[in-house]
């Protein structure tokens, strides 16, 4: 498995500006002499394979750890780095989302499966953007962070790290596709959203059948706990560039104004606009919003999608508001996410004409 630590909450310490992510610690201080981590019979592990950084350079790993057997299960080894710069998770832009997933592709023969260490207010957005960038995916893409610090006590960072390596390494049991592994469940990663500032239950699928997570040695079908088939990989697509002010996200309110819809729709180079409307996908629909959106979308091509403000449910539905929009040529969301809509609406924004 190949462990990448990008930052946020899981490896802060205290500073005199607050918490701050922190180099060389989490991997150093605490994976490295927990048992449960770092199996001491086995701890010396050499050499350190090679990996790819965010930067593209071809480097040795920060670690490489073996977790303890359990029930005589082969143990799983994984290989972790951290990035240059750690990165507070509200600081997360498309930059970040294009250079992890180059991250992932040019490390992609070496490993049977990738966790990623992230900042929790970002997570989904990450997650989103990855299921769409890494495309095909034969081997489990894993994210997770942690509400506390892991120098914090309590703390769900120990859990959440080693949940998340489990399901990426549960072999034929995995989950093929971009996931995030939090407090004992596994959610699809553009299906998901954070639904809590600081209880552990932070994430949930509000449309899809949350997958309660257990060790897989636990689970009776998953046999085959060696890795994955190489027959089974498939090559990438060319990896398209995200640009995050290709689109905007606007979320509706009660008396919102023509004026205020113009003026984000007026914003240099933009290209598409997520709306979080009300319901079942309802805003004020008077004659000049609608003449607003529609100069947009007709005479400047912009990509208007229209997704709820409400965490289940879809949009587009049989009422009068939500017809207007449809007719003006906003695009139903269903029922996606604002991260998965605004991050796939980049992914379209970024394939060649």
Not at 38 to 67: H, K, M, Q, W, Y
Not at 295 to 300: C, G, H, T, V, W
Request: glycine share 6%; with cysteine.
């Amino acid at each position: 498995i190949c462990l990448i630590l990008t930052g946020g909450t899981i490896c802060t310490q205290p500073s005199p500006y607050g918490w701050v992510p922190t180099k060389n610690q989490l991997l150093s201080r605490c994976l490295a002499v927990n048992s449960r981590f770092n199996d001491p019979i086995v701890r010396a592990v050499s050499p350190i394979p090679t990996v790819v950084d965010e930067r593209g350079v071809l480097r040795p790993g920060d670690a490489t750890f073996v977790l303890p057997s359990e029930r005589g299960e082969p143990r799983i080894r994984y290989t972790a780095f951290e990035f240059h710069e750690l990165l507070e998770s509200s600081a997360v832009d498309s930059s970040h989302w294009n250079a992890l997933a180059s991250c992932v592709i040019a490390n992609y023969p070496s490993f049977t499966g990738f966790v990623v260490l992230h900042g929790t207010d970002t997570l989904a957005y990450t997650a989103s953007a990855l299921s769409f960038l890494l495309h095909p995916l034969s081997k489990p893409v894993v994210l997770t962070g942690s509400q506390l610090s892991i120098f914090a006590e309590p703390t769900d960072a120990w859990d959440n790290i080693l949940g998340a390596l489990h399901a990426a390494s549960a072999g034929s049991g995995a989950q093929l596709e971009v996931s995030i592994y939090f407090h004992q469940a596994l959610h699809r990663g553009n299906r998901s959203t954070k639904i809590h500032a600081s209880e552990f239950a932070a994430f949930a699928s509000p449309n899809t059948n949350e997958q309660e997570v257990r060790p897989h040695w636990l689970c009776p079908d998953s046999s085959n706990t060696s890795g994955h088939q190489r027959s089974s990989i498939k090559p990438f697509k060319s990896l398209v560039l995200l640009h995050s002010p290709d689109a905007a996200v606007l979320r509706i309110y009660p008396g919102i104004s023509s004026q205020v819809i113009s003026a984000i729709l007026s914003f240099r180079n933009l290209k598409g606009l997520v709306l979080e409307t009300f319901g079942a996908g309802h805003m004020p629909a008077s004659p000049l919003i609608l003449s607003v959106l529609r100069s947009a979308i007709k005479e400047r091509n912009l990509i208007v999608v229209n997704v709820s403000q409400c965490l289940t449910g879809t949009v587009m539905g049989h009422y009068a508001p939500a017809k207007a929009l449809e007719e003006v040529g906003v695009l139903s969301g269903f029922d996606m996410t604002t991260e998965s809509a605004y991050t796939k609406l980049l992914w379209v924004l970024a394939q060649p004409d």
